[in-house]
């Protein structure tokens, strides 16, 4: 059963407004406890778009015309309203709220959702993870109602219909719906107004008619929410990054700073993480751990795997030369780190008898992972043939290891392909070749004069026209391939394009590649 949290801010936009403010020095001589309203423009006529707590006990309200409530309130202080701002706000506030929940969404324009099945526990419950959550939010001036439930439509009506900090107990959110208004549904507004002017204000009337009668009246979107509120429908939140139950974290008593503690600490998660994959027989081939700062900031690193693994030594040793990239600041006072891309993993045996287990670290695989997480994931790979006459197209990059399992063709044996081929042919200079099909005996390339002592060719490849419909394939379009070497012994792939004694197209002859 799922555990969603629901954080509502009804006084999103003034509070970031604030915030910005205060950051940038003070720009407004009003004081705080001063009636104060955002305002936006709506069809060409500037309205309020959020009030503060001051205004509004003054009767002004959202929507109201600007000019209306400076005749109602002339003290009140305005400023543009910066949706954008809001929004970026927002997106920054669930990367934030990452630390309590690996699966956390947006409810735009003021509020979140986080799932926290199976994560409450490390606040020792849901109510000291709800504290926790309000504390470090009012610390930075974020006032938030929050409330928790089974589904996030019961959530969502609790918190901004019902009393701030509910936890509904599981399969009991019915009762604590039943009392409140329609709007609770998240229904457009315009048919909550029409519901309520029938006399149904509360819930519980809405659950008392039968279903078809329901939504015949007020449609299949009134059935839809109030389904997802009972969690009698589920409804898909568009979280941060895809949920994974692969999840393990470490909290510290005192914050820690020290590269030796950062290094430890890394160690003993990734443990914490690979034990519980061990125990149920998988291996994950990407690991992210964030390390949560005091001042809310949580800077990550990312490592990958070739193939699935779980090895804990391993996976820490790969982490290890990042650490020095992550800025403590004033101190991280827990870490987390999460596995992606889960896949059943069989045991495998690192040495027959003796020894330490991290044996199984010097084989080709761990390999694999050092040098592409050191260099990058696409800069380890290897060449797979792929079906096509131009040699530019005959080779295609795939991961070291654990390819495609189609994979069926191999490098045909009678014609070779060099081991370094250029991603564009280089022009040769002073060639000398017997006409029509002979090999060159000489050329020039990159200011040195080869000479020729062996060759094997020609390999004529001509245009794969099908690529570009049905046409007749020019000369210029065929190419000529010789294998040769010169007086050093080194190998040259090289080329002739263009046919001689054709004045439309006169020959030209190009190097490929070099074999090893």
Not at 9 to 23: E, Q
Not at 30 to 46: D, G, H, K, S, Y
Not at 386 to 395: A, I, L, T
Not at 396 to 423: C, D, H
Request: include cysteine.
């Amino acid at each position: 059963m799922s555990r969603i949290l629901c954080a509502w801010s009804p006084l999103w936009a003034i509070a970031n407004w604030r915030r910005r403010a205060n950051a940038n020095g003070p720009q407004t001589d009003t004081p705080p406890e001063a009636p104060f309203a955002l305002i936006e423009t709506v069809r060409q006529v500037r309205r309020l778009s959020a009030v503060s707590p001051e205004a509004a006990r003054l009767g002004l309200r959202v929507g109201q015309k600007a000019t209306d409530a400076a005749a109602l309130v002339p003290e009140l202080a305005t400023a543009d309203a910066e949706p954008e701002a809001d929004a970026a706000a927002l997106t920054e506030l669930v990367h934030w709220c990452v630390r309590f929940s690996p699966a956390v969404a947006a409810d735009p324009p003021d509020g979140l959702f986080l799932d926290i099945s199976g994560v409450a526990h490390l606040w020792g419950g849901e109510a000291e993870l709800m504290a926790d959550l309000r504390v470090r939010l009012l610390a930075n001036g974020l006032l938030f109602r929050l409330t928790i439930a089974d589904t996030p439509g019961a959530a969502w009506a609790l918190a901004h219909h019902g009393r701030d900090g509910t936890i509904a107990p599981p399969n009991g959110q019915a009762a604590l719906l039943k009392p409140l208004p329609p709007a609770a549904l998240r229904l457009d507004p315009d048919a909550a107004a029409q519901i309520e002017r029938l006399g149904l204000r509360r819930l519980e009337q809405l659950m008392d008619i039968p279903r078809a009668p329901l939504g015949r009246r007020f449609g299949a979107a009134t059935l839809m929410r109030l389904d997802q509120a009972l969690g009698r429908m589920p409804e898909a939140l568009a979280f941060r990054r895809p949920p994974t139950p692969y999840v393990a974290r470490l909290a510290f008593f005192e914050p820690i700073s020290a590269p030796e503690d950062m290094a430890r600490v890394t160690e003993d998660v990734v443990a914490k993480l690979c034990a519980r994959l061990e125990a149920e027989g998988r291996g994950a081939r990407r690991f992210e751990i964030a390390f949560h700062r005091v001042d809310g900031k949580a800077p990550s690193l990312a490592v990958g795997l070739s193939l699935a693994g779980r090895e804990a030594r391993r996976i820490a040793r790969l982490f290890q030369p990042k650490l020095e990239t992550v800025d403590p600041g004033f101190g991280v006072e827990s870490v987390t780190i999460a596995a992606y891309a889960v896949e059943a993993v069989s045991g495998r045996q690192g040495r027959i008898a003796g020894g330490d287990a991290a044996a199984a670290e010097e084989g080709l695989a761990a390999l694999v992972d050092r040098l592409a997480n050191r260099l990058g994931p696409t800069r380890v790979w290897r060449a797979v043939p792929v079906e096509s006459h131009v040699p530019e197209r005959s080779v295609r990059a795939e991961p070291p290891l654990g390819g495609s399992k189609e994979e069926a063709r191999t490098w045909n044996p009678e014609a070779p392909r060099p081991v370094r081929l250029f991603r564009r042919p280089e022009p040769l200079e002073q060639v000398m070749a017997l006409t029509p099909d002979d090999p060159p005996r000489q050329f020039r390339w990159r200011g040195r004069t080869h000479q020729v002592r062996r060759a094997e060719g020609p390999e004529r490849i001509g245009e794969e026209w099908w690529r570009r419909g049905i046409e007749e394939v020019s000369v210029v379009h065929v190419r000529d391939y010789y294998r040769v070497e010169d007086q050093d012994g080194a190998r040259f792939w090289v080329f002739r394009a263009g046919l001689y004694g054709d004045p439309a197209a006169p020959p030209k002859w190009w190097l490929h590649g070099l074999f090893g």
